[in-house]
């Protein structure tokens, strides 16, 4: 998948892509990187039962996916895994 980053907001390669010289209908990553729609890397979302917030970083070749961690404060239910740890005291399901 290619894509741009417009003001932090992903956005997908459209198809086809406008141009002043014409509609340009293409999957060839060349003609991609040539009108600035790059390679879109994703992250799986962490499994540690933590909240998370995602976000993009570019480089000049990709644009790739970020979970930051999300401050849990007193106020927030506990994890779905401390909820089953509590249930089961602790023993392999």
Partial sequence: MYGKLVDGELR????PI???????????PALLLHYGYKPIITAEYPSDGKSYIDSWAETETEITQIWTELPQTDDDPISDSEALEIITGGADA
């Fill in 12 to 15: 997908g390669a459209p198809r």
């Fill in 18 to 28: 406008k141009t002043e010289q014409g509609d340009v209908f293409t999957n060839d």
